[in-house]
């Protein structure tokens, strides 16, 4: 007598294109080029942090699991280093279409990391206000908002010691430009 399979106890995955047309439109990327080679996911340095792989991430955005996607912790640890978009062999610039996955995340209200996305807010307030990063500034504001005040003190200490972190701002002469930057685009 043969034993039964064991049958998961999940529900089959049923695609709906909603989602990627809707990330296609945002990211101006065509998702559904991708053929799943994994060069994405081979070159990427942080995998270790990720929860999905970046071939993962765009399969399931091409099924449209657009909950799966946006709750996941990968989105946020990308750290938009452009490996994946140099070794993609279709040309689909990933990193750009995770930071276009980030904004829809923030838009639908499911952020995962949101202490990175304090930190995301901080370092682009500091450039909008000076036109390059400050990073003391920077810092004090993420520290602030995460509520996290102490933690790298230490490390800190020794950077202004070494004259690694500047007390003022040095700002830029093109700052107005820098700042209609950050102007959402009229339609």
């Not at 043969?2 to 695609?15: C, L």
């Not at 399969?59 to 989105?75: A, F, Y």
């Not at 750290?79 to 838009?107: E, F, V, Y």
């Not at 949101?114 to 400050?134: N, T, Y």
Request: proline share 6%; glycine share 4%; hydrophobic share 35%.
């Amino acid at each position: 007598m043969s034993e039964q399979p064991v049958v998961p106890d999940t529900a089959p995955v049923v695609p709906d294109s909603a989602f990627l047309t809707a990330v296609d439109a945002h990211s101006g990327e065509c998702v559904s080029l991708c053929y799943q080679c994994r060069k994405c996911t081979n070159g990427c340095p942080l995998t270790f942090a990720m929860d999905l792989m970046p071939n993962q991430v765009m399969r399931m955005v091409q099924l449209g699991l657009e909950e799966e996607v946006l709750r996941s912790k990968t989105i946020w640890v990308c750290a938009s280093c452009q490996t994946c978009t140099t070794r993609c062999p279709n040309d689909i610039d990933i990193a750009h279409l995770m930071d276009a996955l980030r904004q829809l995340s923030r838009k639908a209200s499911m952020v995962s990391e949101p202490k990175v996305l304090k930190f995301h807010q901080a370092l682009l307030d500091s450039v909008r206000r000076h036109g390059q990063m400050f990073e003391l500034g920077m810092v004090g504001r993420y520290k602030l908002t995460a509520m996290d005040p102490f933690s790298g003190t230490k490390l800190g200490i020794e950077l202004l010691k070494k004259g690694k972190l500047k007390f003022l701002p040095h700002n830029i002469k093109e700052r107005k430009e820098v700042r209609d930057m950050f102007k959402p685009k009229e339609e």
